[in-house]
């Protein structure tokens, strides 16, 4: 991993005035939705509806025939619902995004878009267990109706498994002498709460200790929202339900995310694809990358909202 993409690595963004006083402030709002180049009368998914800033921009460039449909497994995301006739909210993961296109009626799509940031609801909500700056249960689960939490995860997983989640998902400097301290501790006492688990584990902690539990955070809550697999299944369904010409723009926070889209908008899979050892050709992908680098937000936003700092945009074309 190159210098620059482990910059991105904060699972955390500072709270600052942009973000204060809202459910969530959308990130590259206006880049996003004119990437997707939206026709009055088409059919468009937010898989990431949220606090349902970018799903309101694309809602007023749809006609009366157009359709907008938003997807978001988190219960809260509902107090933010527009009552509109041309929005059709999915309370569920986007993994699922094919099966419930269907359930609709809805074969076919004509753009697609996913935020991928933790909202700043989330964040903000002390009781959900997401941030290192208030101690509560140790949950992190963006949809309360599944069974895993942090807590299980910590109290539960083997050391190696530790091991591999916090250097895989949260590149902990010492991963493995991290997963050898939780499984030493929890021996003596349960790790049930965010300062259980800081004190538990304070002895160990490497460099800048809100860097480090930044980190140890997201590996967390990526594995119990198993982030990686699901935005893997939404991206490879993408290519089916896209119709040739429709567009996917993707708005990830760190570099594990970005690589994933990167690797699938550039040729149809999540590994790099040796070429052929006679012909020199790959396997070709669905869909053909819009930009050949990502598109970063201007200096003013990144002033203005910190979180959107390390978030970059990735568009692809249906060929």
Known sequence: MMPEEKKSMNAEPQKDTAGAN???VPVLLQEAVEALQVKPNGTYVDCTFGGGGHSAAILKQLGTSGLLIGFDQDEDARKNLPADDRFLFIPQNFRYLQRFLRLHQVSQVDGILADLGVSSHQFDEGERGFSTRFD????????????????VV?????????HKMFEQYGEVTNAKTLAKTIVAQRAISPLNTINQLKQSVQAIVKGNPHKY??????????????????????????????????????????SL????????????????????????????SALKPVNKKPILPAPAEMEKNKRSRSAKLRVAEKK
Do not use: W
């Open 213 to 254: 539990f930044a980190q140890l955070f997201q590996a967390i809550r990526i594995e119990v929202n198993d982030e990686m697999g699901a935005l893997k299944e939404m991206l490879a369904q993408s290519a089916t339900v896209l119709k040739p010409g429709g567009r996917i723009a993707v708005i990830t926070f760190h």
């Open 154 to 162: 910590l109290q539960t997983y083997s050391e190696n498994r530790l």
């Open 136 to 151: 509560a249960n140790l949950d992190m689960r963006m949809d309360s109706r599944n069974n895993l939490t942090a807590a």
């Open 22 to 24: 809202a459910y969530h």
């Open 257 to 284: 995310e970005d690589r994933l889209v990167k690797n699938f908008f550039k040729q149809g899979s999540f590994e790099e694809v040796p070429a052929d050892e006679i012909y020199g050709t790959r396997p070709a």
